[in-house]
């Protein structure tokens, strides 16, 4: 069963309030309908295998891992050698982080339930202590695995072009963005859906 990110008209009469130009955006798409994984681990996962590599061939890979895994968690992943996770296409080291991951997992180093207590900050900050993730992965877990409602990730480029586009920026700095983080707030996270779509669908 597929599951979306929730908004409904509290956030887009929100942001349409606010702005008028993102306001003409919602009007355009529409309701947009963005699949989550509320499953952690294999988000963690598949955004892992996901950086710096297109979004075909993250789905590739994805599909390979899960077919031969079956449901990717700590314990089918530490059944696994790195060598076979190589061999789904993905690198060397991507392989030692998920290895890695899984094993952090297993030992109770790493407990994935209590990032759902946690406020966003403390999240990032607890993910990025992973090797292999970053600020913009730990967003996008936050964003499209918890369903937080105000992510808008900087380091996004997507994003950033979104708001190039709809504000005809030639350039966004981070004092720039932080403009528009400031207001969006507390719905960034639907306000990112917008930008991506504006930008060209990138997520």
């Excluded at 009469?13 to 009007?27: N, P, Q």
């Excluded at 968690?73 to 030692?96: I, Q």
């Excluded at 730990?138 to 900087?154: G, H, K, N, Q, V």
């Amino acid at each position: 069963m597929n599951h979306y990110f929730i908004y409904g008209n509290r956030e887009i009469d929100y942001l349409k309030k606010k702005d008028k130009k993102l306001a003409r955006a919602i009007e355009t798409f529409g309701h947009i309908y963005r699949r989550i994984d509320h499953d952690i681990f294999s988000s963690v996962v598949r955004h892992i295998i996901g950086q710096q590599i297109s979004t075909k061939a993250q789905a590739a890979i994805w599909e390979r891992t899960e077919d031969l895994l079956g449901t990717v968690n700590a314990e089918t992943v530490n059944a696994v050698s790195a060598d076979f996770l190589k061999g789904l296409g993905m690198s060397s080291r991507k392989a030692e982080y998920i290895k890695e991951f899984a094993g952090k997992v297993l030992d109770g180093q790493f407990v994935l339930y209590e990032l759902w207590e946690m406020p966003d900050k403390e999240v990032i900050s607890r993910l990025k202590s992973l090797r292999g993730v970053g600020a913009w992965t730990a967003e996008m877990i936050l964003l499209f695995c918890m369903e937080r409602p105000d992510i808008l990730s900087y380091d996004d480029l997507a994003l950033r072009r979104g708001i190039q586009m709809i504000y005809h920026h030639k350039t966004i700095s981070r004092s720039l963005f932080e403009k528009y983080r400031r207001r969006y707030s507390p719905y960034g996270s639907v306000a990112s859906l917008y930008l991506w779509a504006v930008a060209g669908g990138n997520k």
